[in-house]
């Protein structure tokens, strides 16, 4: 069966992607969404998130652990991105730390894992956790739209490939790989 979901560009004009898609609902999923869409960006501080490869650590958001775990040639893991809870200042850029080494296989851990190994064994998790956990009636929300009408998710990305490593992926994605029973791995 063909899914009715699809990713488009947050930066595409609304009112253009509603003109190609006129039977279309679309729903912005990004931290710019409104309530409730909003609550499947990676920055919301949902709360308890377990953190990848720390038995007994916690984190607010998704973003959280991600940017928590990044190495970089400057500085190691910030644990103080796990308790963000205002959605501000959890990116940690190459600009003020210098070249991105890697992902720590945890926060203790000494291993540091590649983009591609870090996606799978750190945000994939992360991201399901908070799916399976935290946004169940919004999934089933989102379902029924589909059900309906063409469903058009907005997102900052659109590299649906989580072993695309040329561009971030994009959460909207995953949310239509979970609805559509195609989860990566």
Aim: with cysteine.
């Amino acid at each position: 069966m063909d899914s009715r979901i699809s990713i488009a560009s947050r930066r595409s004009s609304p009112a253009k992607l509603q003109q190609r898609n006129p039977d279309a609902r679309i729903v912005d999923v990004t931290s710019k969404g409104e309530v409730p869409w909003i609550r499947f960006s990676p920055f919301y501080p949902h709360g308890n998130i377990p953190v990848p490869l720390s038995p007994g650590e916690t984190a607010t958001s998704v973003e959280g652990i991600w940017q928590a775990l990044k190495v970089f040639e400057s500085c190691d893991v910030d644990r103080s991105k796990l308790a963000i809870t205002n959605m501000k200042g959890i990116k940690r850029t190459t600009r003020s730390n210098g070249r991105v080494l890697g992902h720590r296989a945890g926060l203790e851990g000494d291993v540091l894992l590649s983009y591609l190994d870090a996606r799978k064994l750190i945000y994939l998790p992360s991201y399901r956790f908070v799916l399976e956990n935290c946004l169940v009636a919004e999934l089933a929300q989102l379902r029924e739209m589909a059900e309906h009408s063409p469903l058009i998710l907005l997102d900052y990305e659109t590299n649906c490939d989580v072993e695309n490593l040329s561009a971030p992926l994009s959460h909207a994605s995953l949310i239509k790989k979970y609805l559509d029973n195609e989860w990566p791995g």
